[in-house]
């Protein structure tokens, strides 16, 4: 895992100096990405140049030092990723031992650059990757992004220049840099606690869509091009689903599934895994230990608050399987030392509390591994989310019941206040029902009016709308609306939703961030493309049956785990945030709720935010989520924004 950067100065007209010193700033600024050597590559004629940050996992030797040229000198690369099946296409590109220096995955991709084309090349690739290829036949750039965006590429055209990076802080060292804060990316962020592709923070800057390449010629022309779509993947083997038993089935996802974490197990560097205890990672750990020769490293995050500690399920896990298991207690004060460092870690706004125990996980898996598994993405194709089973419902129940009776349920449900709620509900959370029903009551009402399911799913994963009035809200990538209702059934359709976007938006980005923090790569077996697209060959009652998602590795859990020690409601990555913000994150929130530039600057409605803001604090309602949100962009201004302002001498 690394950092890259770079700038294509297409008219030639700066010189090497200022674009070696301008992309060298790009480099140092990430260099927390790549602390185990850094490279650059200049062609003043041509006025490219490009920049790496390496953290070393294969191939430790200065072979795998980057940027990398092809052997037949016509390609340069510089690559963040991981390349699964790199011996598996250097044996396909039948090339002579002697053409390569040493063993690295990031050779073995210019070599197919070289022989096949960056198109062809990467669609024979298992991994996850983010990588620019300069093309010094054609001087053309390209940049590409791996299928379901598992690591990050920002790129932006200033004055008729390309820039890109991994993170958004290395496009603040570009010469003429003058950050406009987007609006309407701000409208939508508070909609979904992110920055939804292809947006970001600033206008003219973005992030490229997982599964495309974007090409720049010398005339500054540039061109995104889509090589892998999940939808159209999704509706391809829908249409071949898998013949035979369920039993053969479940064989099927389990051999790709082992063969996926066999892959990810390769690396020169210690390895382990995060266990949480959920099914996921549980299912990860358990055909990890079945591969390997000792103990697997695990780690874990606990709490001491009644209704989030998985630690002691994750234990016992731990126990049967005979790993090496690390575990920390989390308590608001490792929440208060790591607050400050999340809006520069982050770059932009980004309010999925979760974040703080990903990051813990990371920093206590680094003191002893370099590399970690971990169970991301199982929710997205196994149908894991609550509320896909809850969404569905609500479907049903408004096809079949007229609007008006609808209309005076909600007002019935909302009329009841979400303590109450909690205390009728009490004898059926916690198994039949979710913790904190009472506020999931109070957000599921108004959805009862919604015809469209798309657009009352849209409704389920918002947190905050209507804050800023007179600002037209952006529409991100992935909301296809009318193709996708058109042709599928309520949850199907919402796992594609997610995939398009939560995905990659919020689970993946918290992920990369956090562990490149601290040096980590984390690597997500489940979402190996292959069994994204064997999932979806998967009958419904594989995945779902009764409102229990993730049928399919549950069965191939139970197969190694016994049902007892992982049997048990979904709990998620949650941290006590409600009663952390009433308790020691007390003051540190009513100060930022009233940072003026949410309301002179941004035009957030500040009587919204304030009423919200007390009825929290006096225990009346629990707006966790939304003032969460409001809280890291007031913060990512005054830590982040402010300093990328001043370092252009922009006035804040």
């Given at each position: 895992m690394c950092g890259i950067s770079g700038l294509f100065n297409s008219s030639a007209a700066s010189s090497a100096d200022i674009l070696r010193e301008t992309v060298s700033e790009m480099n140092a600024a990430i260099a927390h990405r790549g602390p185990d050597g850094d490279g650059l590559w200049l062609d003043e004629q041509q006025g490219i140049c490009l920049a790496h940050r390496r953290l070393a996992i294969v191939d430790l030797t200065p072979t795998g030092h980057q940027p990398m040229e092809s052997s037949c000198g016509r390609y340069v690369i510089t690559y963040n990723g991981e390349i699964y099946n790199a011996p598996d296409v250097k044996r396909e590109l039948f090339l002579n031992d002697e053409k390569f220096r040493g063993t690295s995955d990031t050779e073995v991709l210019v070599e197919a650059i070289a022989q096949w084309g960056v198109q062809k090349a990467v669609s024979k690739m298992i991994g996850m990757f983010a990588f620019a290829v300069w093309d010094r036949k054609e001087n053309r750039l390209t940049l590409t992004r791996d299928r379901l965006g598992i690591k990050p590429l920002y790129w932006t055209m200033q004055n008729g220049d390309l820039a890109f990076a991994s993170e958004l802080k290395s496009l603040a060292r570009i010469p003429g840099w003058s950050p406009q804060i987007n609006r309407s990316a701000v409208s939508v962020y508070l909609r979904y606690n992110y920055v939804p592709t292809p947006y970001s923070i600033y206008e003219n800057v973005q992030k490229l869509e997982p599964g495309t390449l974007l090409t720049c010629d010398r005339r500054g022309q540039t061109e995104i091009i889509r090589y892998w779509d999940p939808v159209d993947a999704a509706r391809q083997r829908r249409k071949s689903p898998l013949i035979g038993s369920d039993e053969s089935s479940i064989d099927q996802v389990e051999?790709?599934?082992?063969?996926?974490?066999?892959?990810?197990?390769?690396?020169?560097?210690?390895?382990?895994?995060?266990?949480?205890?959920?099914?996921?990672?549980?299912?990860?750990?358990?055909?990890?230990?079945?591969?390997?020769?000792?103990?697997?490293?695990?780690?874990?995050?606990?709490?001491?608050?009644?209704?989030?500690?998985?630690?002691?399920?994750?234990?016992?896990?731990?126990?049967?399987?005979?790993?090496?298991?690390?575990?920390?207690?989390?308590?608001?004060?490792?929440?208060?030392?790591?607050?400050?460092?999340?809006?520069?870690?982050?770059?932009?706004?980004?309010?999925?509390?979760?974040?703080?125990?990903?990051?813990?996980?990371?920093?206590?898996?680094?003191?002893?591994?370099?590399?970690?598994?971990?169970?991301?993405?199982?929710?997205?194709?196994?149908?894991?989310?609550?509320?896909?089973?809850?969404?569905?419902?609500?479907?049903?129940?408004?096809?079949?019941?007229?609007?008006?009776?609808?209309?005076?349920?909600?007002?019935?449900?909302?009329?009841?206040?979400?303590?109450?709620?909690?205390?009728?509900?009490?004898?059926?959370?916690?198994?039949?029902?979710?913790?904190?029903?009472?506020?999931?009551?109070?957000?599921?009402?108004?959805?009862?009016?919604?015809?469209?399911?798309?657009?009352?799913?849209?409704?389920?994963?918002?947190?905050?709308?209507?804050?800023?009035?007179?600002?037209?809200?952006?529409?991100?990538?992935?909301?296809?609306?009318?193709?996708?209702?058109?042709?599928?059934?309520?949850?199907?359709?919402?796992?594609?939703?997610?995939?398009?976007?939560?995905?990659?938006?919020?689970?993946?980005?918290?992920?990369?961030?956090?562990?490149?923090?601290?040096?980590?790569?984390?690597?997500?077996?489940?979402?190996?493309?292959?069994?994204?697209?064997?999932?979806?060959?998967?009958?419904?009652?594989?995945?779902?049956?009764?409102?229990?998602?993730?049928?399919?590795?549950?069965?191939?859990?139970?197969?190694?785990?016994?049902?007892?020690?992982?049997?048990?409601?979904?709990?998620?990555?949650?941290?006590?945030?409600?009663?952390?913000?009433?308790?020691?994150?007390?003051?540190?929130?009513i100060d930022l709720a009233h940072n003026p530039f949410l309301y002179e600057e941004i035009g957030i409605d500040r009587q919204a935010v304030l009423t919200r803001l007390d009825e929290h604090l006096k225990g009346r309602r629990n707006w966790q989520h939304q003032l969460w949100s409001i809280l890291m962009l007031s913060d990512w201004h005054k830590q982040c924004h402010k300093s990328q302002a001043q370092h252009t001498g922009e006035a804040a």
């Open positions: 051999r790709l599934l082992s063969d996926a974490i066999g892959r990810r197990m390769v690396a020169d560097v210690p390895l382990g895994a995060f266990l949480s205890g959920g099914i996921d990672s549980s299912t990860v750990v358990a055909l990890m230990q079945a591969q390997s020769d000792k103990p697997v490293e695990t780690f874990s995050i606990g709490f001491d608050v009644s209704g989030y500690d998985e630690a002691p399920q994750a234990r016992e896990i731990a126990k049967h399987l005979g790993t090496s298991h690390n575990e920390l207690y989390v308590t608001s004060d490792h929440s208060l030392d790591v607050i400050p460092l999340l809006a520069g870690m982050y770059d932009e706004p980004f309010a999925d509390s979760s974040q703080i125990p990903t990051y813990l996980i990371n920093k206590l898996s680094r003191e002893k591994v370099t590399v970690a598994l971990s169970g991301d993405g199982g929710d997205e194709l196994f149908c894991g989310y609550n509320r896909y089973n809850w969404g569905r419902r609500l479907d049903r129940i408004c096809q079949t019941i007229p609007f008006p009776i609808r209309r005076l349920i909600a007002n019935g449900l909302t009329s009841v206040r979400p303590a109450i709620w909690d205390k009728l509900l009490s004898p059926f959370t916690g198994r039949i029902l979710p913790n904190q029903i009472g506020d999931k009551v109070h957000k599921a009402a108004p959805l009862f009016s919604h015809a469209d399911p798309v657009a009352m799913y849209r409704d389920i994963v918002t947190h905050w709308q209507g804050l800023m009035p007179d600002v037209e809200e952006a529409v991100p990538a992935g909301w296809r609306l009318e193709e996708l209702r058109q042709e599928m059934d309520f949850v199907p359709c919402m796992q594609l939703l997610d995939s398009q976007t939560y995905l990659h938006d919020d689970i993946l980005t918290k992920v990369d961030r956090a562990s490149m923090a601290v040096a980590m790569e984390v690597r997500v077996p489940i979402l190996d493309h292959r069994l994204y697209e064997l999932s979806w060959r998967l009958p419904d009652h594989l995945k779902s049956v009764n409102g229990l998602g993730k049928i399919v590795l549950r069965k191939i859990l139970e197969r190694h785990v016994p049902k007892e020690l992982y049997d048990r409601p979904k709990a998620g990555f949650a941290i006590p945030l409600a009663e952390w913000l009433r308790g020691p994150l007390r003051d540190w929130a």
